[in-house]
């Protein structure tokens, strides 16, 4: 992302998230995820697409060089 001369950086680091592709493990994953996730579930594809948004906002100005990770694990 650019804003003006200064530039940011960021990496989103999603844990498994609902998908076409993934669709067909999504059900295994999901049960696993219910044991060790604290939310109990999967991701979708539009909670990790709001944190990319937000990033991008000016909102998220003061945000650089830092790993977003959307896995809500506890370890």
Do not use: H
């Amino acid at each position: 992302v650019v804003r003006g001369a200064d530039s940011a950086c960021w990496t989103v680091a999603p844990g498994f998230v609902v998908t076409p592709l993934t669709a067909g493990i999504a059900a295994k994953v999901a049960q696993i995820a219910s044991e060790i996730v604290p939310m109990k579930r999967v991701a979708e594809p539009q909670e990790v697409a709001d944190l990319i948004i937000w990033l991008c906002s000016e909102r998220a100005s003061y945000i650089n060089g830092s790993l977003s990770r959307s896995s809500n694990r506890s370890r």
